[in-house]
C-alpha cells in the first residue's frame, strides 16, 4: 500500500490531497478439487484448494435443489439438501475489487439411494432341504441374494427375487 500526496501551490498559499494506492496480489488459480461422481447420501464435502493469495468462496450454479453450502468460505465445506440429480458448484477466488476472480467448477452427481433391504425374519428349520425367502420388495435398485457364510451346500433359484426358493440345504 502507497499514500501520495497532490499539492497545488499558488505564492503563500499551499493546499493538498492524499490517496492511497493498494497494489494487490492476482488471486491465486482456483481449484475446486475432483467431481464427485455418484455420491450416495444427500450430503457431501467439497474439497477445493485453500487459495495462497486471496479468498475462495463457494456458490451454487445448478442443481435440482438448492444445496446449503454449511460454510461456503471454506475449501472443504460441507453441503447438504441434496436431492438426486447432477450439481455444479463454483469455488471463486477473488483478491482485491482490482483483481480479476479466478473461478473453477466441481460436478456433484446424487445417485437415487435403493430401497433399504430387509432380508425377513430368521428362520429356524428342522432337517428340511428348501425354504423360500421373506425379503421385501424393492421399489429402486435391485435386490440380490447371496451366500455369506454356512455349509457350501445350496442353491439359490431366482437370485434376484425376494421370496426364492433356496434348496439344496
Given at each position: 500500500?502507497?499514500?501520495?500526496?497532490?499539492?497545488?501551490?499558488?505564492?503563500?498559499?499551499?493546499?493538498?490531497?492524499?490517496?492511497?494506492?493498494?497494489?494487490?496480489?492476482?488471486?491465486?488459480?482456483?481449484?475446486?478439487?475432483?467431481?464427485?461422481?455418484?455420491?450416495?447420501?444427500?450430503?457431501?464435502?467439497?474439497?477445493?484448494?485453500?487459495?495462497?493469495?486471496?479468498?475462495?468462496n463457494w456458490t451454487q450454479k445448478s442443481g435440482p435443489?438448492?444445496?446449503?453450502?454449511?460454510?461456503?468460505?471454506?475449501?472443504?465445506?460441507?453441503?447438504r439438501n441434496l436431492a438426486p440429480g447432477e450439481y455444479?458448484?463454483?469455488?471463486?477466488?477473488?483478491?482485491?475489487?482490482a483483481c480479476e476472480a479466478s473461478v473453477d467448477s466441481?460436478?456433484?452427481?446424487?445417485?437415487?439411494?435403493?430401497?433399504?433391504?430387509?432380508?425377513?425374519?430368521?428362520?429356524?428349520?428342522?432337517?428340511?432341504?428348501?425354504?423360500?425367502?421373506?425379503?421385501?420388495?424393492?421399489?429402486?435398485?435391485?435386490?440380490?441374494?447371496?451366500?455369506?457364510?454356512?455349509?457350501?451346500?445350496?442353491?439359490?433359484?431366482?437370485?434376484?427375487?425376494?421370496?426364492?426358493?433356496?434348496?439344496?440345504?
Amino acid at each position: 500500500t502507497y499514500m501520495f500526496q497532490w499539492n497545488v501551490t499558488n505564492g503563500e498559499c499551499t493546499n493538498g490531497d492524499r490517496v492511497r494506492v493498494v497494489n494487490y496480489q492476482a488471486p491465486s488459480t482456483a481449484e475446486a478439487g475432483d467431481d464427485l461422481d455418484y455420491i450416495c447420501e444427500y450430503t457431501a464435502f467439497l474439497e477445493a484448494e485453500q487459495p495462497q493469495y486471496g479468498f475462495g468462496n463457494w456458490t451454487q450454479k445448478s442443481g435440482p435443489t438448492v444445496a446449503d453450502i454449511v460454510s461456503p468460505i471454506l475449501p472443504d465445506s460441507e453441503i447438504r439438501n441434496l436431492a438426486p440429480g447432477e450439481y455444479e458448484f463454483y469455488w471463486t477466488v477473488t483478491n482485491g475489487p482490482a483483481c480479476e476472480a479466478s473461478v473453477d467448477s466441481v460436478k456433484v452427481v446424487v445417485a437415487t439411494v435403493p430401497t433399504p433391504p430387509d432380508a425377513g425374519p430368521v428362520q429356524e428349520l428342522c432337517n428340511t432341504t428348501e425354504t423360500i425367502m421373506g425379503a421385501n420388495t424393492i421399489a429402486i435398485g435391485t435386490g440380490t441374494w447371496t451366500w455369506k457364510s454356512g455349509p457350501g451346500s445350496y442353491n439359490i433359484v431366482s437370485p434376484n427375487s425376494p421370496t426364492t426358493i433356496i434348496n439344496s440345504l
